[in-house]
């Protein structure tokens, strides 16, 4: 679905989740609200619970490249994974046209037994292509990993770059309308971000829309055109990268 109709409208996100084993009058309790980042409460049956995301709404077409910024637990990377559908809302809608790339866990569909080419075939279908799609793009992936003879080799005698490295070149195979990434360009070593770079690149002038979350400001300013602040589960409207440091001088 390439072209202005691939979309994504969030209204009045409200995400919560079930804090368990936490007393609310404990220390814990504070421990917790700084961790998640969201707001503490008590549901109807008088659980604890967390209020992740509160009322986030924003709304993106084709061309826009949004950066999240916010510290750590304020809930950037629970919006991606509601936007990926991996969360229902409590509250509000999401609403996205287009195919989506989430390139969110490195370890997910990781067999550490098993090849790394056979990891490849099975972060490909997890990533949505095809048996065929995966034979038709091994080898480039392959040649893109950089680890040669390491491929026939079991993921649990790579280091943890070397597994980043293939994580990043399957899920980046994927043609996507929607790009979902979760401080991504920082794998491997200064040599592959290089590479990694020019292909990320490459991608997002194919998709429609980037969603990008990072603790890194240059990488916001480098990606992103528009930007968005989450702080404790609550966010800002979504302006215009011109105005990054009038949003980072208000919070």
């Known amino acids: 679905m390439k072209g202005p109709q691939v979309s994504i409208s969030v209204t009045d996100l409200t995400l919560r989740f079930p804090v368990y084993g936490v007393d609310a009058k404990s220390l814990k309790k504070r421990l917790a609200s700084i961790t998640v980042g969201g707001k503490l409460g008590r549901t109807m049956t008088g659980a604890t619970e967390v209020t992740a995301l509160s009322k986030v709404s924003m709304h993106l077409r084709a061309g826009d490249r949004l950066g999240l910024i916010g510290h750590n637990g304020s809930g950037k990377t629970t919006l991606l994974r509601a936007l990926s559908g991996a969360y229902e809302?409590?509250?509000?809608?999401?609403?996205?046209?287009?195919?989506?790339?989430?390139?969110?866990?490195?370890?997910?569909?990781?067999?550490?037994?098993?090849?790394?080419?056979?990891?490849?075939?099975?972060?490909?279908?997890?990533?949505?292509?095809?048996?065929?799609?995966?034979?038709?793009?091994?080898?480039?992936?392959?040649?893109?990993?950089?680890?040669?003879?390491?491929?026939?080799?079991?993921?649990?005698?790579?280091?943890?770059?070397?597994?980043?490295?293939?994580?990043?070149?399957?899920?980046?195979?994927?043609?996507?309308?929607?790009?979902?990434?979760?401080?991504?360009?920082?794998?491997?070593?200064?040599?592959?971000?290089?590479?990694?770079?020019?292909?990320?690149?490459?991608?997002?002038?194919?998709?429609?829309?980037?969603?990008?979350?990072?603790?890194?400001?240059?990488?916001?300013?480098?990606?992103?055109?528009?930007?968005?602040?989450?702080e404790s589960g609550v966010a800002s409207p979504v302006t215009s990268i011109k105005k990054l440091d009038e949003l980072l001088a208000a919070a």
């Open 89 to 230: 809302p409590d509250e509000g809608t999401i609403d996205v046209h287009g195919q989506i790339a989430a390139l969110l866990d490195l370890n997910l569909g990781i067999d550490p037994s098993a090849t790394g080419l056979d990891n490849i075939r099975l972060r490909g279908r997890i990533a949505g292509l095809t048996a065929r799609e995966i034979e038709d793009k091994l080898e480039e992936i392959a040649d893109f990993t950089g680890l040669g003879p390491f491929l026939a080799m079991p993921l649990k005698t790579y280091s943890a770059g070397m597994q980043a490295r293939l994580a990043f070149a399957v899920s980046t195979a994927v043609e996507a309308d929607v790009i979902l990434m979760d401080e991504w360009i920082a794998v491997g070593d200064a040599e592959f971000q290089k590479i990694a770079h020019k292909r990320l690149l490459g991608l997002m002038e194919r998709a429609g829309i980037l969603v990008l979350a990072s603790h890194d400001l240059d990488l916001i300013r480098l990606y992103c055109n528009k930007v968005m602040r989450i």
